[in-house]
Each structure stands twice: as C-alpha cells, then as structure tokens.
C-alpha cells in the first residue's frame, strides 16, 4: 500500500489548504481573527490543534455567524485527528456523521474517501468498498463527473485495495483498470499497474500476473524509476518462480544482488533464489551464493533469517554425504558441513532474532544437536537435543509443518535416550493432531502410528500398541506398512509373553488383506511364535510347512536358520547342524547364513568350547562379501577368533588377531577398546619368554590398557583402570612408588558410576590388597592405618556396602573378601570381628554354610578356652 502512505502525506493537507486558503484572507474583528487562526492549523494539517480551536471558537464565540462553519470544520479535523492517531474505529464513525451532516459540502469527498480508508484500516475491507461503490455517493458521483482527479486516484486504489482485501478479485480488477486515467505520472503507473500485478497473482491468474509484472519492469527502467527497479525485478522474479520458471526467474532476481541494491531487496533475492537452488539439489552453489551475500550485510535481526537459511543448507549437505557414504573423506566433510551448521546457527541466535524466526533457528539447531549424538552415540548431547526440540515447540505456531517435525523429533529424542513411554505419547500426539487435517494426515500419520507401534512395544504397553495398530489398519494404502507394524508388535507381543494376542492380531490382518505383498512374512511370523512359547515340535513343523511352501523367499534363509534353533532345542542336535550346514552351502552370501554362524560362534562360547567358537569365527572371516565390506559382523567375529585363541592359549595367533583390530582406523571405535583391553589380558597371561625380563609382561599390558582410556565413551574404562591398578602392583616389587599409584587407581575404578559390581568390587579388593602390602613396609602406628584401610575395604565388600540398588554380590566375590580380611582381623587379634565375617559368609552362601561355619566356630570355640 505505498501509494496510500503516499498520497497520506503528499495530498490531503495540500488540498484542503487550497479549498480553504482564501478564507484566511479575510481579517474583520476578533471571531474572524480567532476562525483565520484555527483556519490556518486546519489548512496545513494540523488537525488536533484545529479541531480544539475550533470548538473553543464556537464556546467563545457563540453569537459569531462563523460558528457553524466552526462546528463542520471542528468535526471534520476531529476524524483527520483521530486517524493521524491510529484510532480508525473512532475516525471512520465521525467521518460517517460528518457526511450524514454536511453531505453537501466540499469536504465531503474528502471525508468518504478517509471514511473507507480508515473501514479498510480497521479490517473492514467489505465496507470500505461498498462505500465507495455507493452508486449516489460522494465518491460515485465524482467519479462519473471526472472531478477532482487526485482524489479519484486515491478512491479508486483505495476501493481496488478493499474489493482485494475482500477476497472479490474480479470487482478489484474492475476497478484499478478504471483507475487507469487517473494515473498521471510514472510513479502513479507504476504504483496502479504493482496492485494490479498483486490482484491478478490473488486471483490464481499466472501469466497474466507475469505479463503485468514484466510491463511493470519495462516502466521502471523506461522512466528512470530508480528506486522502483528493485522491487519490479523481485516481484517478476517471485512470480517466475511460483509458475516453475526458474531459469527466467534467475536472471531477475540476480539483479537485484548487486551491493548498490537496498540490503532488504538483496536480502530477499538471496532468499528466494537459495530457496529455489536447495529444491533443485544444487546445496553448493545456493551456499556460495548465501555466503557472499551475507559477508556483505551488517549483522542485525534482518540478516537472521539469511543465517538461518545458511545453517539449514550446511545440514542438508551434511545429511546428503552421510546418507551417501559412511567412509573416508565423506565422513570428515560430513562432520565439517554439521560444524559450520551449529557456528551460523548459534550466530543467527546472538542477532535478536523475530518470532518467526527463532522458532525455525531453535528446531534447525537441535536437529544439528540430534546428528552430533547420533555421531557420538553421546546421551548428553541427545538430552540438549531434546531439550531444543522442546523449546522450538514453544516457538513455533502450534499446528504449523515446522510445529509437527519439532513435536516428532520431541518423540524421536526421547525413543532414543530410551523413555519409551514418553516417545509413544509424542508419536501418538502427532497422529491426533493430523487426524483431521487431509493433507497432512496421509504423509504423517502412517509413520506416527507406526513408530507409536514401536514404542509401545519398547514400554511393553500391549493395549496402547495393539490400538496404534488398529488405527493404522485403517488408513488407506496401509497394507504393506501396517503389515511391518503388525510383524513387529505380533513378534514383541511373544517375547512378552502375551502370544495369543500377537497370534490374533497376525491373524487379522491376513483376513483383512488376503492380498498383501507380506502374507508370507506375516504367515511366517505366525510360524515362528511357537519359538516364544517354547512349543519346538510344532515350531519344526509349521516352519517346515513354510519353507516348502516358499522355497524361494528372501526370508527363507531366516526360517531355515529359527528351523534349525527350533531343532536343536526340540533335542534334535544333528539334525540343527545339518540344518546349518545346508544354510551355508545353498547361500554362502546370505545375511542370514552369516547370523547362524554368528549364533554359532556365541553357543560355543557361552558353552565354552572355544574351539569350535573359534571355528565358526573363522568361517564368517574367510567369508569373501564379509571380508570385503568389514562391517560390524566382521568385527564381531574378529575379536571372537581373538578371544577363542586367548581362551586356549594360542597367543601368538590371538596377539596378531588383537593388533590388527587396534591398527584398523576404520574400525569402531568400540571394537578398538575391546581389542585393547583384551590384548591387555592377554600380555598379562603370556609365559616370559626366555631371557625377557619376568615383570616386562605388565608394562606392556599397562600400555594397552593406558590406551583404552582415549575412547572416553568405552565400556572398557573402567575396567581397564583396574587393569592398570593391577599392572602397577605387580610392578611395585621393583619400585615401591607403584604401590601409591595402584591404590590410586584402584580408587578412581572403584568410584566410577560407570563402573559394573564385578569391576567395583575387584577394584576396592586390590586396593585393600595394597594398603595390605604396603603395611608391610611400614611399622608401627602407619603401618596400622595402612591395614585398617585394608579392613574397611574388604568388609565394604564383604558386608554389601559398596552395592547399588538391585545388584548382588556373587559367591566368588564374596569368599575372596572374607578370606582376605578375615586373614587380617585374626592376625591383628580382632577374632571376634573374624567369627562374625565368617557367620555372614555362611548365612549368605548356604551351599558353603559348613566350611564358613566351622571357620567361626573354631574362633568361638578358641575365644571360650582363653584364661579370663
């Protein structure tokens, strides 16, 4: 509406002076000095001042024969009063009873014009316009007699504004095209062709808007409307790209990048062309562009948004070469692109950004928070994830595209740091949310009720998973997905042991979709639930029955291989071994087969029979498709060979094993601490060579276990700091310092939070072993508190104080902690401390009750004998 702001201030106050202006030539006694005065305020737009010195005029002057045209022109100045104030309620009404009064004086066209401007002001666009379109009006009556030009131009836009603003495109057209004459100079062109442009892209007429936006140009750069060119190029180059025309809309908004561009105009060129750039998959050069227009802006609030726009474009290239490739250099450009994500961010967040951004910055900065985690598997960066997620709801306009991805990844974040039931509420919010809304519902509710389904199967909630389901059931086109839900929660109802509903559930979709592409999964769920109910001769039966019936099926070998599990718990050993046997032979690439090895490889350790672990290991690493990707199953049953050949003593071969995983940079960096950790304990084991130094086997084991501590995210750390603490005890027989640091680092295992009750516990049974042993190198009062400390850590352990919640202390444990201190207390004479330990032995261990007790009552039974 710039030619409304303009003739505001150009016409109105010129006008009425000029209507007016010979009155204040006349000078006769005091009322007529007094109305030139007020007259004078009138005529140069002062209207508050004129409005209060005319109705003073009318109270001082009462008998004046000015007074009436004092009391007209006090009301008129009273509406142009309350409009220059913002008040266009107040204005339009006086406006209004000005007309009804003085329908026939010279201001009234004035004053119908300003009454619809300020009905149009106020959110009245329908009144504005039938205002003006009363056919017996002022403004009507003008009209037709061609009268008053300035003012017809203003009505007319004005009238072409509210019909717009009304939603009546073709009345609106009407009428600024009626408006043509009235244009009288370029900037009036201009201004009268720019709204029609803007009615026309209303009214859904494309090329038409174009062709009008194209001749707004051409008037621009015809008539030397400078300041115009900007906002003619933008407008040509908005449209182009609404139509699809993007090569066309290019060169026009790239006009508008040049520094002598007004900033705002360059500002929303860069936007719209990064924008259309992104869409097209060219993320380099819409991030080029970005960066040079920015570099080139002050950094305020406006530019905000351009920061924005930059952050969201190095997220998209960081999402593109993840998805693409996980290796190598991909990986660092990835983790380059997410880093300058997070700096224009976080830069664009110090700018004082407007609502409307600060909600899209805070979502766009927490999903960088939900890659960083991803990437370092870290909880505390996925809690500020999630707390981010949380506060771009609060931002954002609540049912807005922006507001649904926040309350997702509200639900994704929580699914991730493992509140399952926090996650199902989220996903099902959404669903709720979308479920009346046709557009929206078809692309987000499938995948809300199906990670709902998820959820509840992650919190064990039945009811609320078999519901999510049922929904999902019901949304067209959700045969194949429902189906994966329906396998998903059929399975996870069987684990838990509810098998009659999953087995219903899995039965009604197969009547609900005889057709569907996964019946046959589905019928091989169905197969496969015996296995939880632990029914393994039907399971071999119906899994039997499956594969003849498929054969051919990509979940063949995944039958086969549960066919095979079903045998071997049914007691049929040689037949589950034959089973696997012809799994590997008919599909020596198969995923499945490999899991069957895999499966192998773990029975035979669980039974520890390490030999054939160590077999089946190797058959997955002689596999050709494993060897050449190396991924996690590779991995695996490399640290498996390793440690079957630690188990039997081949340490040569499992050394080899070990230090290939730790020289692997490409390796996990899970399976590198576990390699060295391991490869630790396997030094540790080795025999001396001969002539080698008999304690250089704990240096080197000290080395590997130092080593662990650079993976900080390790489940290896604290044991290898026990591990550590170890290696210097033994070593303290060469240098007595080694003693001090041993304790040292029993200390700092055995208070880790992380730290498991095996490693904690071990970790304060070396330290008392210290304080014992360094006792031994004192005397006297030192030497007392060094064993006193060894007593307090052993019954610590012993007696259950350093247990958390819900843990025990196993049998093992428990007899090494009282045989230690139970030594000592007997030795420092404390035998009834001794009888006592042993008396809670027994009582804890009923199996080893009779050796314990024994042990105390011989000390009871000493304790009677002594003289008194």
């Known amino acids: 509406m710039r030619w409304l702001r303009e003739e505001s201030s150009r016409r109105w106050g010129w006008m009425v002076g000029t209507v007016l202006g010979l009155s204040v030539l006349a000078a006769d006694g005091p009322d007529q000095v007094a109305f030139n005065a007020a007259l004078r305020s009138f005529s140069i737009g002062a209207y508050a001042r004129a409005a209060e010195e005319f109705t003073a005029f009318s109270g001082e002057f009462p008998d004046s024969a000015l007074k009436p045209e004092a009391l007209r022109r006090a009301l008129y100045a009273q509406g142009e009063a309350e409009a220059g104030r913002g008040d266009y309620a107040a204005a339009q009404k006086t406006f209004g009873l000005y007309l009804a009064q003085f329908s026939g004086s010279e201001l009234a066209l004035h ?68 408006a043509t004459p009235f244009a009288q100079t370029p900037e009036a062109q201009w201004d009268r062709l720019r709204l029609e442009v803007r009615i026309l892209e209303a009214g859904r007429q494309t090329e038409q808007a174009i062709a009008a936006a194209e001749q707004l140009r051409r008037i621009a750069d015809a008539d030397g409307l400078v300041a115009r060119r900007p906002e003619s190029s933008a407008l040509l180059g908005r449209l182009l790209l609404a139509a699809g025309q993007g090569a066309r809309a290019v060169a026009r908004l790239e006009e508008n990048l040049a520094p002598t561009v007004p900033a705002a105009f360059r500002s929303d060129a860069i936007r719209n062309l990064s924008d259309w750039w992104v869409s097209q998959g060219q993320l380099a050069l819409a991030r080029e562009r970005l960066e040079g227009v920015v570099t080139g802006l002050a950094d305020d609030a406006s530019v905000a948004a351009l920061r924005l726009r930059l952050g969201q474009i190095h997220l998209r290239e960081h999402l593109a070469r993840r998805g693409a490739d996980r290796v190598g250099s991909a990986i660092a450009e990835s983790h380059v692109s997410l880093t300058r994500a997070v700096a224009e961010l976080e830069r664009a967040a110090t700018l004082n950004p407007s609502p409307e951004v600060r909600g899209p910055l805070t979502l766009t900065l927490a999903w960088c928070r939900w890659e960083e985690a991803l990437s370092g598997n870290s909880k505390a960066v996925m809690a500020q994830a999630l707390s981010g997620f949380q506060t771009a709801l609060s931002q954002l306009p609540a049912g807005s595209l922006d507001y649904l991805v926040a309350r997702f990844k509200v639900a994704d974040a929580a699914a991730w740091l493992g509140d399952a039931p926090s996650a199902l509420k989220g996903y099902l919010e959404v669903a709720d949310a979308v479920a009346k809304r046709p557009i929206e519902r078809e692309t987000w509710m499938p995948a809300a009720l199906e990670q709902a389904v998820i959820a509840a199967i992650a919190s064990t909630n039945a009811p609320a998973g078999e519901s999510a389901l049922r929904r999902l059931l ?82 063949a070998v995944r039958a086969g291989f549960h066919l ?33 090895q895999l499966w192998l490889a773990g029975r035979f350790f669980e039974q520890q029979d390490y030999l054939q672990a160590g077999q089946a290991s190797a058959a997955i690493l002689t596999n050709a498709t494993v060897r050449a990707v190396r991924g996690d199953t590779w ?47 396997l030094l540790q084991a080795k025999p001396v060579e001969p002539g080698s130094e008999p304690l250089s086997r704990y240096r080197l084991a000290l080395e590997a276990f130092t080593r662990v501590l650079e993976f900080t995210n390790s489940p290896y750390i604290a044991p290898a700091l026990g591990m550590m603490g170890n290696c210097h005890f033994q070593l303290s027989t060469l240098n007595p310092a080694d003693y001090t640091r041993a304790a040292e680092l029993y200390l700092r295992t055995a208070k880790l939070p992380e730290a498991g009750i095996e490693t904690r516990c071990r970790a304060w049974l070396g330290y008392a072993a210290v304080n014992r042993k360094m006792s031994e190198l004192r005397s006297g009062t030192e030497s007392g508190e060094f064993l006193e400390r060894a007593i307090r850590a052993g019954l610590d352990v012993a007696l259950g104080k350093v247990l958390l919640p819900g843990e025990k202390l196993s049998a093992d444990l428990l007899t090494e902690a009282a045989r230690a201190t139970g030594e000592i207390l007997e030795r420092l004479g404390r035998t009834g401390e001794a009888a006592g330990l042993y008396e809670h032995v027994a009582h804890e261990l009923p199996a080893a009750a009779a050796t314990w007790g024994q042990r105390a009552q011989r000390i009871r039974q000493s304790q009677l004998e002594k003289p008194r």
């Open 474 to 555: 019901e949304l067209p086109h959700a045969a194949a997905r429902a189906g994966q839900s329906v396998l998903w929660l059929g399975s996870s109802l069987a684990r838990q042991g509810a098998g009659e509903l999953g087995r219903s559930l899995l039965q009604d979709y197969l009547l609900r979709f005889p057709e569907s592409g996964v019946r046959p999964e589905v019928q091989l769920e169905l197969a496969m639930l015996g296995l939880h109910d632990e029914r393994w001769a039907d399971s071999v039966a119906e899994l039997r029955r499956w594969l003849a019936a498929h054969p051919q099926h990509p979940g």
């Open 564 to 596: 095979a599990y079903a045998l071997s718990r049914s007691g049929d050993p040689a037949a589950a071994m034959g089973q696997f046997s012809e799994l590997a032979a008919k599909n020596p690439t198969d995923p499945g087969t490999l899991s069957a």
């Open 635 to 681: 991995y695996r049953a490399k640290l498996w060979a390793a440690e079957a050949g630690r188990k039997l003593q081949n340490f040569d071969s499992s050394a080899e094993h070990y230090r290939e995983l730790i020289n692997d940079k490409a390796a996990p960096p899970e399976i590198q601490s576990a390699a060295l950790f391991h490869y630790g304990e």
């Open 111 to 178: 004053a119908s014009v300003r009454q619809a401007e300020a009905l149009f002001r106020s959110a009245h666009p329908q009144e504005a316009a039938a205002l003006l379109d009363q056919p017996e009006g002022p403004f009507r009556r003008a009209f037709v007699q061609g009268k008053s030009v300035d003012l017809l131009w203003t009505g007319s836009m004005l009238a072409a504004e509210a019909h717009l603003g009304a939603g009546n495109w073709t009345r609106a057209r009407e009428v600024v095209v009626a």
